[in-house]
C-alpha cells in the first residue's frame, strides 16, 4: 500500500524557518513529481511547488525567493525548506506524489495525498 506522510511542520516566528520533509513509501517507482500544496480553513487548497525527476522545479509567486523543493537520490522523499516565512505562510501543508500506475497501462500515473503537516507562523 502507498503511503505519502509529511513531516516537519510546526511553529516559527515571523522570518524564521521550517523544513518539511515527505516520505513515499510502498512503492519501488520514482515519484514522476513530488508536489507541496496548503490550505487555510475555508480556502481552496494552493500550489505552493513541484518539481519532476528532471529536477524541474515550478513555485507559486507567493513563495518565489523563499521556499526550496528538493527530492533525494530515490526521488521518493521530498523537502520544502521554507524561509523568511510570514504568518500568510501559515496553513496544512500537503504533499503529493505523482506515481507511475503500470495497472493502468504504461504512462498512466496515480496521485497520492499526504494528510497534511500543520505550518503556523507568529507575528
Known amino acids: 500500500q502507498i503511503q505519502v506522510v509529511e513531516s516537519g511542520g510546526g511553529l516559527a516566528q515571523a522570518g524564521g524557518a521550517l523544513k518539511l520533509s515527505c516520505a513515499v513509501s510502498?512503492?519501488?517507482?520514482?515519484?514522476?513529481?513530488i508536489g507541496w500544496y496548503r490550505q487555510t480553513p475555508g480556502n481552496e487548497r494552493e500550489l505552493v511547488a513541484t518539481?519532476?525527476?528532471?529536477?524541474?522545479?515550478t513555485y507559486a509567486d507567493s513563495v518565489k525567493g523563499r521556499f526550496n523543493i528538493s527530492t533525494d537520490n530515490t526521488k521518493r522523499t521530498g523537502y520544502l525548506q521554507m524561509n523568511n516565512l510570514r504568518p500568510a505562510d501559515t496553513a496544512v501543508y500537503y504533499c503529493?506524489?505523482?506515481?507511475?500506475?503500470?495497472?493502468?497501462?504504461?504512462?498512466?500515473?496515480?496521485?497520492?495525498w499526504g494528510r497534511g503537516t500543520q505550518v503556523t507562523v507568529s507575528s
Open positions: 510502498g512503492t519501488r517507482f520514482q515519484a514522476n513529481v
Open positions: 518539481i519532476t525527476t528532471a529536477n524541474v522545479r
Open positions: 503529493k506524489a505523482t506515481l507511475p500506475d503500470l495497472s493502468r497501462g504504461l504512462g498512466r500515473t496515480m496521485d497520492y
